[in-house]
């Protein structure tokens, strides 16, 4: 017994239909975060922020330190 143009349209249109719930699992597993990539996030930020802190302290007391002569040596 052969398909019918029904059947093999039927089919089809299941196959489309699980490609397209594939598609959105895959899409959705991509832009979900897994523990560890939040971990690294959460450090890299506190790090960022430790950096910058660190930055505008050093910028805060670094004014006026050096002096004339070493400012003149950029080799």
Do not use: C
């Not at 398909?3 to 397209?20: F, K, L």
């Not at 939040?38 to 910028?59: C, P």
């Amino acid at each position: 017994m052969f398909p019918t143009g029904r059947d093999i349209e039927y089919m089809a249109e299941i196959r489309r239909s699980r490609r397209r719930e594939a598609d959105h699992y895959r899409m959705m597993k991509l832009t979900k975060n897994s523990p560890l990539q939040l971990k690294l996030q959460v450090f890299l930020g506190r790090l960022g922020q430790d950096l910058q802190k660190r930055l505008e302290e050093n910028s805060e007391t670094a004014v006026g330190t050096l002096p004339a002569a070493k400012l003149g040596e950029s080799s």
